[in-house]
């Protein structure tokens, strides 16, 4: 064994050392444990960590592995974002709203990997009902970043993206609606991919945009994202827009050895958006998107430039739509059922107003009202049809693009971490920081964000690859290449507790 | 001005429950009283993080309607939500159709009045489409609380609406029993007004006669009966037109009726009207209805009332009163047609007699429904086939009829052949009665012969009374006229 620590080993690395009794799963869990109870003070990445249900499931794994009935994941510790119900554990979506949630039930996704044996140290640290970039809007206080404590670690999935940053678990799962997974994901200098719309069953994860929201995979490199992947997929009667799809094996598509090893990815055209290299993004952003993208071409790759006319009208589509489905999907936490009810009201109207008034943080009711609005009589088709509209034209875009290339690559975001508060002055200026990824969850389609470089501050900067529907192992693929000749996905914070 | 001077125009809405096993978006069931939110699941209690998948059996049914009303199947329909905050609705929206429905216009030929006052009318339907019906909060029993009980929420419905057709709350009520008749007929709903499952709202408005626009109209929620809706709309046009005689305006709202006191009052006016802020569910993708889907729906339908009374017409020489009177129910409609295979198409009109006729009457009188009626059609059947045959005479099929009513026996044959009833055709032995009768009454003789005819029915009484009722009233009459030598 190398003297890499466990902490900081691959998954396949891990995989090899439980297969071979080097460690126990139980041991595993508790390096883990151990790490994030030096560390969480300093970063407050979860909002639950449970110690015993993590040692249990690590002791069942073990039994499992004893047995010789492993598969690639059992064992493995894991992070689920608090988005996603599991079933006797808190659940709380970030919000005060659900601060006394303990769901009933799990989430397809926390079945399916619950099946596939992996030990679940806790619940991560979020935007309120993933309705944020920056993690900051969580009831549960912010997430820091750990390459700077102080800075965001993105949002809305920045409690997952912080904890693989910071090897406070190898591998976890996030969301995505508009950005939620990539843009954390270069924040903190980890991969993390967005699957096609409908690959992810979504039963069980709390809605946000449901034409939007999509689950995905967190992890220190392209290989265990697509380990993490492969188990989270396959249709699900019970979500009718998953995808009747036979799971495709990411991880054996990356290891078949590619056929010219010193151009791996010869062949491959990657389409570079005119729109997304115009003004807007920082210059240290520009240059080590540059250098990316060199990076590829030296790989084998070639690049052309194509066209997404209509990106630029992203922002105001997405957050139409998403807002106007938020507003709806949110009206179920009224008290009356579960979740918090104010302590003293009048009559029922009263008991709405104040349970979802003291519930709801500010950003949460600034969607609520901006999406009720955008539905409402007379404004409908102004706002809401006319967003369905762009929509359209968006994935028609896309679609034309892919008739020119394989893949689509650019900044992932514009900016890179800022400073916690930042920001929260001028939510808008905060929406328009989503301007590359927005298009993708539009169109349904994946979408990629692996590191690669800093800026002067020594932030990380990720790179984003967009393909077409259902390309996940090519886009898994090419950031496998990419990271087979670089290093950038190896760099780690320093962190001290 | 005088109520003549007044047209009504009335518009209904009626929710169909529909006869599933399980739950439009749920999979859980949708049987009738079980103990509070027993029946409530996941998805039924909007847990976060639940989706609807759409049960195709509540589809199905949809289609039967549609294809039952000759109206246009959409290939695509859309399910949208309906925004609006009430304890009873779990996800603060309802899943319903709103731009495009699963069923679109058609119509249903309704029978309004009776003897020369009847008349028929065509109908004509809106749309119908499917949604999910909310729970029920309970006021009583929890000391100024309110209960929630969600079993019922996500029950299927299909909201079937009318175009403002109807002119009389008569004509309402006869639309009202047609599309009540319909459901049933077609088994996609059980018609239980009581427990819920056919409720009815009516769009009232009135106007001059002669006007070509309509009036303001109020709608009158939840009439779960056909008195009810009856009184509900006569009480609201009285209620409208002397509004705007005496000078006051109609004014759209929602009106509740009160059985208690025949009259109805205002719930909300159309300023307090909810913006349900109807958008496309995202959860569920649009409704795509195959034309192969329908074409195995059509399949499974029963043979449509209107079609099955024209055949009785045609191919068994009903009366046009007969042959509706018996397709107005699907029971009765049934309970006929195995009438008619045991006692066989040449007496389907003595069948129709004793099905609308005694059983009808007996039925009635026991406050029994026509398929739990103690005789079964193949009793009724091999009863008609011996009154046919002349075994025996409709006086003694009645006392058959009474005898297999009450269980006396498993057939017509059995209890005519253990009750000794079998109609006695028998020359000699009518002749030795008529001779004993004819003895002991030498005073009706003599009239008989001094030409009052009574007397000879007199007579032909006295022999039908010796018989025990099971000599051949005819066949007496003419021997007994031999006799006289009249």
């Given at each position: 064994?190398?003297?890499?620590?466990l902490?900081?080993?691959?998954?396949?690395?891990?995989?090899?050392?439980?297969?071979a009794?080097?460690?126990?799963?139980?041991?595993?869990?508790?390096?883990f444990?151990?790490?994030?109870?030096?560390?969480?003070?300093?970063?407050?990445?979860?909002?639950?960590?449970?110690?015993?249900r993590?040692?249990?499931d690590?002791?069942?794994?073990?039994?499992?592995?004893?047995?010789?009935?492993?598969?690639?994941?059992?064992?493995?510790?894991?992070?689920?974002k608090?988005?996603f119900?599991?079933?006797g554990?808190?659940?709380?979506?970030?919000?005060?709203?659900?601060a006394?949630?303990?769901?009933?039930y799990?989430?397809?996704?926390?079945?399916?990997l619950?099946?596939?044996?992996?030990?679940c140290?806790?619940?991560?640290?979020m935007?309120?009902?993933?309705?944020?970039?920056?993690?900051e809007?969580s009831?549960?206080?912010?997430t820091?970043?750990?390459?700077?404590?102080?800075?965001v670690p993105?949002?809305?999935?920045?409690?997952?993206?912080?904890?693989?940053?910071?090897?406070?678990?190898?591998?976890?799962?996030?969301?995505d609606?508009?950005?939620?997974?990539?843009?954390?994901?270069?924040?903190?200098?980890?991969?993390g991919?967005?699957?096609?719309?409908?690959?992810?069953?979504?039963?069980?994860?709390?809605?946000?945009?449901?034409?939007?929201?999509?689950?995905?995979?967190?992890?220190?490199?392209?290989?265990?994202?697509a380990?993490?992947?492969?188990?989270?997929?396959g249709?699900?009667?019970?979500?009718?827009t998953?995808?009747?799809?036979?799971?495709e094996?990411?991880?054996?598509?990356?290891?078949?050895p590619?056929?010219?090893?010193?151009?791996?990815?010869?062949?491959?055209?990657?389409?570079?958006?005119?729109e997304?290299?115009a003004?807007?993004?920082?210059?240290?952003?520009?240059?080590?998107?540059?250098a990316?993208?060199?990076?590829?071409?030296?790989?084998?790759?070639?690049?052309?430039?194509v066209?997404?006319?209509?990106?630029?009208?992203?922002?105001?589509?997405?957050?139409?739509?998403?807002?106007?489905?938020?507003?709806?999907?949110?009206?179920?936490f009224?008290?009356?059922?579960?979740?918090?009810?104010?302590?003293?009201?009048?009559?029922l109207?009263?008991?709405?107003?104040?349970?979802?008034?003291?519930?709801?943080?500010d950003?949460?009711?600034?969607?609520?009202?901006?999406?009720?609005?955008?539905?409402?009589?007379?404004?409908?088709?102004?706002?809401?049809?006319?967003?369905?509209?762009?929509?359209?034209?968006?994935a028609?875009?896309?679609?034309?693009?892919?008739?020119?290339?394989d893949?689509?690559?650019?900044?992932?975001?514009?900016?890179?971490?800022?400073?916690?508060?930042?920001?929260?002055?001028?939510?808008?200026q905060?929406?328009?920081?989503?301007?590359?990824?927005?298009?993708v969850?539009?169109?349904?389609?994946?979408g990629?964000?692996?590191?690669?470089g800093?800026?002067?501050?020594?932030?990380?900067?990720?790179l984003?690859?967009?393909?077409?529907?259902?390309s996940?192992?090519?886009?898994l693929?090419?950031?496998?290449?990419f990271q087979?000749?670089?290093?950038?996905?190896?760099?780690?914070?320093?962190?001290?507790a | 001005?005088?109520?003549?001077?007044?047209?009504?125009?009335?518009?209904?809405?009626?929710?169909?429950?529909?006869?599933?096993?399980?739950?439009?978006?749920?999979?859980a069931?949708?049987a009738?009283?079980?103990?509070?939110?027993?029946?409530?699941?996941?998805?039924?209690?909007?847990?976060p993080?639940?989706?609807?998948?759409?049960?195709?059996?509540?589809v199905?049914?949809?289609?039967?309607?549609?294809l039952?009303?000759?109206?246009?199947?959409?290939?695509?329909?859309?399910?949208?939500?309906?925004?609006?905050?009430?304890?009873d609705?779990?996800?603060?929206?309802?899943?319903?159709?709103?731009?495009?429905?699963?069923?679109?216009?058609?119509?249903i030929t309704?029978?309004?009045?009776?003897?020369?006052?009847?008349?028929?009318?065509?109908?004509?339907?809106?749309?119908?489409?499917?949604?999910?019906?909310?729970?029920k909060?309970?006021h009583?029993?929890?000391?100024?609380?309110s209960?929630?009980?969600?079993?019922?929420?996500?029950?299927p419905?299909?909201?079937?609406?009318?175009?403002?057709?109807?002119?009389?709350a008569?004509?309402?009520?006869?639309?009202a029993?047609?599309?009540?008749?319909?459901?049933?007929?077609?088994?996609?709903?059980?018609?239980?007004?009581?427990?819920g499952?056919?409720?009815?709202d009516?769009?009232?408005s009135?106007?001059?006669?002669?006007?070509?626009?309509?009036?303001?109209?109020?709608e009158?929620?939840?009439?779960?009966?056909?008195?009810f809706?009856?009184?509900?709309?006569e009480?609201?046009?009285?209620?409208q037109?002397?509004?705007?005689?005496d000078?006051?305006k109609?004014?759209?709202a929602?009106?509740?009726?009160?059985?208690?006191?025949?009259?109805?009052?205002?719930?909300?006016?159309k300023?307090?009207a909810?913006?349900?802020?109807?958008?496309?569910?995202?959860d569920?993708?649009?409704?795509?209805?195959?034309?192969?889907?329908?074409?195995?729906?059509?399949?499974?339908?029963?043979?449509?009332?209107?079609?099955?009374?024209?055949?009785?017409?045609?191919d068994?020489g009903?009366?046009?009163?007969d042959?509706?009177?018996?397709?107005?129910?699907?029971e009765?409609?049934d309970y006929?047609?195995?009438?008619?295979?045991?006692?066989?198409d040449?007496?389907?009109?003595?069948?129709?007699?004793w099905?609308?006729?005694?059983?009808?009457?007996?039925?009635?009188k026991?406050?029994?429904?026509?398929?739990?009626?103690?005789?079964?059609?193949?009793?009724?059947?091999?009863?008609?086939?011996r009154?046919?045959?002349?075994?025996?005479?409709?006086?003694?099929?009645?006392?058959?009829?009474?005898?297999?009513?009450?269980?006396?026996?498993?057939?017509?044959?059995?209890?005519?052949?253990?009750?000794?009833?079998?109609?006695v055709?028998d020359?000699?032995?009518?002749?030795a009665?008529?001779?004993?009768?004819?003895?002991?009454?030498?005073?009706?003789?003599?009239?008989?012969?001094?030409?009052?005819?009574?007397?000879?029915?007199?007579l032909?009484?006295?022999?039908?009374?010796?018989?025990?009722?099971?000599?051949?009233?005819?066949?007496v009459?003419?021997?007994?006229?031999?006799?006289?030598?009249?």
């Open positions: 064994m190398s003297d890499t620590p902490f900081d080993a691959s998954v396949s690395f891990l995989r090899r050392a439980l297969d009794r080097k460690i126990s799963s139980v041991e595993l869990a508790s390096v444990l151990d790490r994030i109870a030096t560390l969480e003070p300093k970063l407050n990445a979860f909002v639950t960590v449970d110690r015993e993590a040692l249990a690590a002791k069942a794994a073990d039994a499992r592995i004893a047995k010789g009935e492993a598969g690639p994941l059992t064992g493995i510790p894991l992070a689920h608090d988005v119900c599991t079933e554990v808190l659940t709380s979506c970030g919000s005060k709203m659900l006394n949630f303990v769901s009933p799990d989430a397809h996704v926390v079945t399916l619950k099946d596939a044996g992996v030990v140290l806790g619940k991560t640290n935007d309120e009902f993933a309705m944020g970039s920056s993690t809007t009831h549960f206080g912010s820091h970043n750990p390459w700077k404590p102080g800075h993105g949002g809305s999935s920045g409690g997952s993206a912080a904890a693989v940053a910071a090897r406070l678990a190898p591998i976890a799962t996030g969301t609606t508009g950005g939620s997974i990539r843009q954390p994901a270069s924040f903190c200098n980890v991969t991919i967005k699957p096609t719309y409908g690959l992810v069953s979504r039963y069980g994860l709390i809605a946000y945009a449901s034409s939007l929201d999509q689950g995905g995979a967190f992890g220190g490199s392209a290989e265990d994202c380990l993490l992947l492969g188990a989270m997929t249709f699900d009667k019970r979500d009718s998953s995808l009747d799809r036979a799971p094996n990411y991880a054996a598509a990356l290891a078949a590619p056929a010219d090893a010193a151009k791996p990815l010869a062949g491959l055209t990657v389409g570079l958006p005119r997304f290299f003004a807007g993004m920082s210059d240290d952003i520009r240059v080590a998107v540059d990316a993208l060199a990076q590829y071409r030296a790989l084998g790759a070639t690049t052309r430039e066209d997404l006319p209509n990106a630029k009208l992203a922002i105001p589509a997405y957050y139409v739509i998403a807002m106007a489905e938020a507003s709806s999907n949110l009206s179920r009224d008290g009356v059922r579960y979740g918090h009810r104010a302590a003293h009201y009048d009559d109207f009263d008991m709405y107003c104040k349970s979802r008034g003291e519930g709801f943080g950003e949460v009711k600034r969607r609520i009202l901006v999406g009720t609005y955008v539905l409402s009589h007379g404004y409908y088709d102004a706002y809401y049809l006319q967003a369905q509209k762009l929509r359209r034209l968006i028609e875009d896309f679609r034309r693009a892919f008739a020119e290339c893949l689509i690559a650019g900044p992932t975001s514009p900016v890179t971490a800022w400073a916690l508060g930042a920001m929260s002055g001028d939510p808008v905060m929406y328009l920081a989503d301007i590359y990824t927005t298009p969850n539009l169109a349904g389609l994946p990629l964000s692996h590191p690669c800093f800026d002067r501050a020594g932030l990380p900067v990720g984003q690859l967009i393909g077409n529907y259902f996940e192992a090519k886009l693929e090419a950031a496998h290449r087979q000749a670089t290093d950038w996905h190896l760099r780690r914070p320093a962190l001290a | 001005m005088s109520r003549s001077d007044w047209e009504v125009v009335i518009g209904l809405e009626i929710h169909a429950q529909l006869n599933t096993a399980a739950k439009i978006f749920s999979g069931s949708t009738f009283g079980a103990a509070p939110n027993v029946q409530a699941s996941a998805v039924d209690c909007a847990l993080g639940v989706l609807p998948v759409l049960n195709r059996g509540a199905e049914r949809a289609i039967k309607l549609g039952a009303l000759g109206a246009h199947i959409a290939p695509k329909s859309v399910f949208a939500r309906k925004n609006y905050f009430y304890p609705l779990p996800k603060g929206y309802q899943i319903s159709q709103f731009e495009l429905p699963v069923v679109q216009g058609g119509a309704i029978h309004v009045g009776e003897g020369d006052a009847a008349y028929e009318k065509s109908v004509r339907l809106t749309r119908a489409h499917l949604e999910e019906d909310a729970g909060s309970l009583e029993d929890f000391h100024g609380m209960g929630i009980d969600l079993n019922r929420a996500g029950t419905l299909l909201e079937i609406v009318s175009e403002p057709d109807m002119r009389s008569a004509e309402a009520v006869a639309y029993r047609a599309l009540h008749a319909l459901v049933r007929w077609i088994d996609i709903c059980d018609g239980n007004m009581q427990e499952s056919f409720r009815c009516a769009n009232v009135v106007r001059k006669k002669g006007a070509t626009e309509f009036g303001t109209r109020r009158i929620k939840n009439l779960n009966s056909f008195r809706l009856q009184q509900a709309i009480y609201e046009v009285g209620w037109i002397e509004t705007i005689e000078g006051g109609v004014v759209q929602t009106v509740l009726f009160d059985p208690e006191t025949g009259e109805t009052r205002m719930m909300r006016s300023e307090d909810h913006d349900y802020r109807y958008f496309p569910d995202p569920l993708l649009p409704l795509v209805i195959e034309p192969e889907w329908i074409e195995r729906v059509k399949a499974t339908m029963p043979e449509l009332p209107t079609a099955m009374q024209a055949r009785f017409e045609r068994l009903l009366p046009a009163y042959a509706a009177t018996l397709t107005a129910a699907r009765t409609a006929f047609a195995a009438t008619v295979a045991t006692a066989g040449n007496n389907a009109k003595l069948c129709a007699n099905v609308m006729g005694e059983l009808a009457a007996r039925l009635h026991a406050g029994l429904e026509i398929d739990a009626a103690p005789v079964s059609p193949a009793q009724l059947g091999s009863l008609v086939t009154i046919a045959d002349g075994t025996v005479s409709n006086a003694i099929a009645r006392k058959v009829f009474e005898a297999l009513w009450n269980g006396e026996g498993t057939s017509a044959d059995e209890i005519i052949e253990k009750q000794g009833l079998k109609q055709t020359s000699g032995a009518i002749e009665m008529i001779d004993a009768v004819l003895a002991a009454n030498q005073k009706s003789v003599d009239e008989f012969r001094a030409g009052k005819e009574k007397a000879f029915n007199a032909v009484g006295q022999v039908m009374k010796a018989s025990r009722g099971k000599a051949n009233p005819a066949q009459s003419e021997m007994l006229r031999r006799k006289l030598g009249a």
